[in-house]
């Protein structure tokens, strides 16, 4: 037997030195096999047959896993990911714990996949950071060996809950596209119901592939902007989440112009998004969806309470991330984060330095001394750097306030919270992303009212008389609420339809991307 580099042995020794280097590898698969099996709690004879190859059980395991492998694009995977070709090319050769070993690593990697997600989520995104699950190789490996019909064992692995229902959506948007057409809609100005542009008759034509009735003409040419046709236009804002005003503006032509392979990607994009949270949120919880502005309160498993949310531009996105609300509290300050206060109070205080007071904003010296107010006045502010902004900005408690009159703290790396707001004609809008990441909640009072339910002596009345004395005041929660910040763009009505909000973050076309590298 030839030694490396082809150099022949030069004694007996060597030569079966030589042998233990060429076959070491293999009896050491079969080794850890067998190390592996005894592990798990198999017993010796146990140990004998393998997890994948030599026996009928093992190849109808195998069986099985390489037809889940190349049903993978069902849950937005690529089954290529998975190379099953080279699986059963392995199987056909006679180095069995090669097989073994190949098939093992595959298993793993896909169980690992579909159930907790094909990326973590940490790594896609720097305004993501939550907890996502992990599964152990062994366990899964055990769980493999233990299954009486891996088949279903293999089908049990996704999440429940609206998971299939986007498999389903994502199914359906597959088989349209081959037959859908796609005529993007021009940029330019504002077009308004009742001006003349040419955008119309392009207008007409995309609504129709979108699958929405358009109006027979009412105008006197193709061009006329009729009501009838802005009714279809606010119709299709009011799905999307836009602001319904029948205008066709930047964002609303964008989401004309959102095409079927776009739409696959938002699909791919939330399931994965599903696999990255826990199978079961917990019979009480609270789920943000900064991706449509929604908020939940889950308790007892019922929703029990349910809001509109303001939440974060796509210059300051709300992050996903996963906490507990432990109480709130009444008539807080507002501590104005230092780049608030370089990019945005900066250039008002260099024109006049009182220019903050009539929102009630005070200057400090310190960060931790309230004793350091200082007189705007006597600062020159055009030497203060905006990335360097030396002061504290507090604004006090009040009617603009830009926290509201209701404060819910909850631990965050980002510093966001969740908060009344001053500005409550902004929950009349579609896209409610004006914040600078922190979620605004349209009715606190009506949401604490569930989470208390008169335990503690809490009464929404007694609150409202502390709010308008002016007291500030902290009340605990009867109980600890599970948080869940999450970034859905595509969820399922309760007639089982999606609904698909547009990707202003970008982020799932991270995700998408990140999917698709190669494993580390």
Same mark, same amino acid.
């Given at each position: 037997m030839a030694l490396p580099f082809g150099r022949q042995p030069r004694s007996r020794r060597e030569s079966r030195a030589g042998c233990a280097y060429n076959c070491g590898v293999r009896w050491a698969a079969y080794f850890v096999a067998f190390v592996a099996l005894i592990a798990l709690g198999s017993s010796p004879s146990q140990a004998d047959e393998a997890l994948w190859t030599g026996s009928r059980t093992a190849e109808a395991r195998t069986e099985a896993l390489l037809k889940a492998l190349r049903a993978a694009a069902d849950h937005g995977l690529d089954p290529d990911w998975y190379r099953p070709n080279d699986l059963e090319k392995a199987i056909a050769e006679t180095d069995k714990a090669r097989a073994e070993q190949l098939i093992a690593d595959t298993f793993v990697a896909y169980a690992s996949d579909i159930s907790t997600g094909r990326v973590r989520a940490n790594t896609v995104d720097k305004d993501i950071d939550i907890q996502q699950r992990k599964v152990e190789r062994a366990d899964l490996l055990k769980a493999a060996a233990e299954a009486s019909d891996f088949a279903a064992y293999l089908a049990s692995l996704p999440p429940k809950g609206d998971y299939p229902a986007l498999q389903k959506a994502l199914a359906e948007?597959?088989?349209?596209?081959?037959?859908?057409?796609?005529?993007?809609?021009?940029? #330019?100005?504002?077009?308004?119901?009742?001006?003349?542009?040419?955008?119309?008759? $392009?207008?007409?034509?995309?609504?129709?592939?979108?699958?929405?009735?358009?109006?027979?003409?009412?105008?006197?040419?193709?061009?006329?902007?009729?009501?009838?046709?802005?009714?279809?236009?606010?119709?299709?804002?009011?799905?999307?989440?836009?602001?319904?005003?029948?205008?066709?503006?930047?964002?609303?032509?964008?989401?004309?112009?959102?095409?079927?392979?776009?739409?696959?990607?938002?699909?791919?994009?939330?399931?994965?998004?599903?696999? =990255?949270? @826990?199978?079961?949120?917990?019979?009480?919880?609270?789920?943000?969806? &900064?991706?449509?502005?929604?908020?939940?309160?889950?308790? #007892? #498993?019922?929703?029990?309470?349910?809001?509109?949310?303001?939440?974060?531009?796509?210059?300051?996105?709300?992050?996903?991330?996963?906490?507990?609300?432990?109480?709130?509290?009444?008539? @807080?300050? =507002?501590?104005?984060?230092?780049?608030?206060?370089?990019?945005?109070?900066?250039?008002?205080?260099?024109?006049?330095?009182?220019?903050?007071?009539? #929102?009630?904003?005070? $200057?400090?010296?310190?960060?931790?001394?309230?004793?350091?107010?200082?007189?705007?006045?006597? /600062?020159?502010?055009?030497?203060?750097? @905006?990335?360097?902004?030396?002061?504290? $900005?507090?604004?006090?408690?009040? &009617?603009?306030?830009?926290?509201?009159? /209701?404060?819910?703290?909850? &631990?965050?790396?980002?510093? $966001?919270?969740m908060h009344d707001t001053a500005n409550r004609w902004l929950f009349t809008e579609g896209s409610r992303n004006f914040s600078h990441g922190c979620i605004r909640l349209q009715n606190p009072l009506d949401f604490l009212e569930k989470v208390f339910k008169g335990r503690n002596g809490f009464d929404k009345e007694k609150v409202r008389t502390v709010i308008n004395a002016q007291q500030q005041v902290h009340y605990a929660f009867p109980e600890s609420v599970p948080l869940f910040v999450t970034y859905r763009t595509v969820s399922i009505a309760a007639d089982g339809a999606p609904v698909f909000r547009d990707d202003v973050y970008g982020r799932d076309k991270r995700v998408v991307q990140a999917m698709a590298r190669p494993r580390s």
């Open positions: 948007l597959r088989a349209q596209r081959a037959a859908t057409s796609f005529t993007p809609l021009p940029s #330019g100005d504002l077009l308004r119901p009742g001006m003349t542009d040419a955008r119309v008759s $392009i207008l007409r034509k995309r609504l129709g592939e979108l699958g929405l009735p358009t109006p027979p003409l009412g105008g006197p040419t193709l061009d006329f902007y009729d009501e009838p046709l802005a009714a279809v236009v606010k119709s299709y804002q009011e799905t999307k989440g836009l602001t319904v005003d029948g205008v066709i503006g930047t964002n609303t032509t964008r989401s004309l112009n959102t095409s079927i392979d776009d739409r696959i990607e938002q699909v791919v994009a939330n399931l994965e998004r599903r696999r =990255w949270l @826990p199978e079961d949120l917990g019979s009480r919880h609270v789920l943000v969806n &900064a991706g449509d502005y929604s908020m939940v309160f889950v308790d #007892g #498993g019922q929703r029990v309470f349910e809001s509109l949310v303001i939440v974060g531009t796509p210059k300051d996105p709300t992050p996903e991330i996963q906490s507990v609300m432990h109480g709130f509290q009444t008539n @807080p300050y =507002w501590t104005v984060p230092q780049t608030i206060s370089g990019e945005e109070y900066l250039p008002m205080l260099r024109r006049d330095p009182y220019a903050l007071q009539a #929102g009630g904003f005070k $200057i400090f010296a310190s960060w931790s001394d309230n004793n350091s107010e200082i007189d705007p006045a006597t /600062i020159d502010w055009s030497t203060i750097h @905006p990335k360097a902004f030396p002061y504290r $900005i507090r604004q006090e408690p009040g &009617a603009s306030n830009a926290l509201g009159y /209701i404060f819910f703290p909850f &631990a965050n790396k980002y510093g $966001i919270y």
